[in-house]
């Protein structure tokens, strides 16, 4: 089994517990607004990798996974390649290699992807929009499938993060973030941890070298002191609703 990877990260560790080497996947069928990483979104291109050599490469890092470190398939979307994901979570397991994934929720719960997500140890899943109305204005898609693959893992148990990437002028009010929690609703309490990310600037070069339209060209980067006051709002709201 093969699957086109972007680019890999031996020593991450912000997409997961502990030191993960991370996997980021070529393709995704969200445009999002805010993407950070515009190149990984066109399906044509990557590096076509077989299952078998990645896990090879990854078991030399194996002594750096101990304290709940592992291996975090990310993208683009991952889970457009759930039929290669598994194979991989198969193998590492075997090795005594836990895997997360970190997804959009983009793709339809197909009994494959249901598969790979059972064979994860976590799910770190981006709720893009608080409403279907927004997700097809920023994201370009529907908030459906996300919302299947939340309920999916609240109801199998599966250790589950939320993030949401906060922007300037779109959704970075207590409004919006009272917009999210409805649209979670009872399954937040199936839920570890839901953290708020701030946008940032550092992908708009690579709209230029794309020769791609930027569209929030112009707009600011999140400063801290707004995101920590909206990740306390969101968090003492999830404390209520518990």
């Known amino acids: 089994m093969k699957a086109p990877v972007h680019s890999e990260e031996s020593f991450a560790t912000l997409d997961g517990t502990g030191i993960r080497y991370a996997v980021f996947l070529q393709g995704c069928p969200f445009k999002c607004a805010y993407c950070h990483n515009p190149d990984t979104q066109p399906f044509s291109g990557g590096t076509l990798t077989e299952a078998g050599d990645l896990v090879k490469k990854i078991l030399r890092y194996k002594t750096y996974f101990k304290g709940g470190g592992g291996v975090t ?23 005594g290699i836990g895997c997360a994934l970190d ?9 494959t992807v249901r598969a790979a997500v059972d064979a994860s140890e976590m799910v770190i899943l981006d709720v893009k ?10 994201v370009c898609g ?5 919302l299947n693959l939340l309920e999916y893992c609240v109801k199998t148990g599966k250790r589950l993060w939320l993030r949401t990437v906060i922007v300037p002028g ?7 973030i009272d917009k999210y929690l409805a649209l ?11 953290e708020l990310l701030a ?6 070069s690579k709209y230029e070298k794309l020769g791609w339209e930027n ?6 980067a999140l400063g801290q002191e707004k995101l920590a006051a909206l990740q306390k709002y969101l968090d003492n709201k999830i404390e209520e609703l518990r």
């Open 73 to 95: 398939f990310s993208g683009g979307e991952p889970l457009v390649h759930a039929e290669f994901i598994l194979e991989c979570e198969k193998k590492l397991s075997a090795c």
């Open 103 to 111: 997804t959009s929720g983009a793709v339809p719960l197909t009994n």
């Open 142 to 146: 529907s908030g459906k499938n996300p």
């Open 215 to 220: 569209p929030l060209a112009g707009v600011p």
């Open 184 to 194: 979670v609703g009872e399954n937040i309490k199936g839920v570890e941890k839901y």
């Open 129 to 138: 929009m608080p409403t279907e109305e927004m997700y097809g204005k920023y």
């Open 170 to 176: 779109i959704n970075d009010s207590e409004s919006e």
């Open 199 to 204: 946008f940032h600037t550092l992908g708009f």
